[in-house]
């Protein structure tokens, strides 16, 4: 065969169409074997990042348990704190009820006696 001959046959308008379909053909295969690789590395990749988060499951149920320990833990303190608080309070109201009762017979003791006005000062 002749090589001037097989150019001037290959450039024929029906060759060209024929080597047009055929790189299309080719490029479509390509892209459908890429597609496909691609598609497998997604699943596997898809598998290690399932078979990650099993593993780490525990690891998640046990800190939330942690987690919702240590907020039922802080419950009960913040409560036992109000319980003081509330305590506190009232300790401190009666402390002040008697404080003025004594000042007050104080005052009257001072009322009947009055030699000793302003002995108590300090303890009003």
Do not use: C
Request: no cysteine.
């Amino acid at each position: 065969m002749d090589v001037e001959k097989w150019f001037a046959e290959a450039s024929d308008p029906g060759w060209i169409a024929v080597y047009v379909i055929v790189a299309l053909l080719v490029i479509g295969i390509l892209v459908l074997v890429a597609t496909r690789q691609r598609r497998e590395h997604n699943r596997h990749r898809a598998d290690e990042l399932r078979t990650q988060a099993r593993q780490r499951e525990g690891t998640v149920r046990r800190r939330d348990a942690e987690a919702r320990q240590l907020a039922a833990e802080s419950e009960q303190a913040r409560a036992e704190a109000d319980r003081l608080e509330a305590e506190a309070q009232e300790k401190r109201a009666v402390f002040e009820r008697e404080r003025a009762a004594q000042q007050h017979r104080l005052r009257e003791a001072d009322k009947l006696d009055p030699r000793t006005t302003g002995r108590h000062e300090g303890d009003r």
